[in-house]
């Protein structure tokens, strides 16, 4: 594969942001080779997301949390 030129630094924070999403979806289960100690981390935490459910708050709670005034 060749490899293509671009230069970032001329690219906006938007763009770059654009071109790191595109890089992320390109990538297909098996493209980046889990360690068996990842593995196993991986297994627990789906087991523990089986028993327990999903945890967290909704975006739209921890964005108003963020955009909440301080004190």
Known sequence: ???H???IH???PSERLDLIDELWSSLE???VPLT???QRELDC???RLAET???GSP??????RLKAPLG
Do not use: H, W, Y
Request: charged share 35%.
């Open 10 to 12: 001329r690219l906006t």
């Open 29 to 31: 289960d098996g493209d």
């Open 1 to 3: 594969m060749g490899k």
């Open 36 to 38: 068996e100690s990842q």
């Open 5 to 7: 030129a671009i230069d």
């Open 53 to 55: 459910g999903p945890t």
């Open 59 to 64: 975006i739209d709670d921890v964005v108003g």
């Open 45 to 47: 935490r789906v087991d």
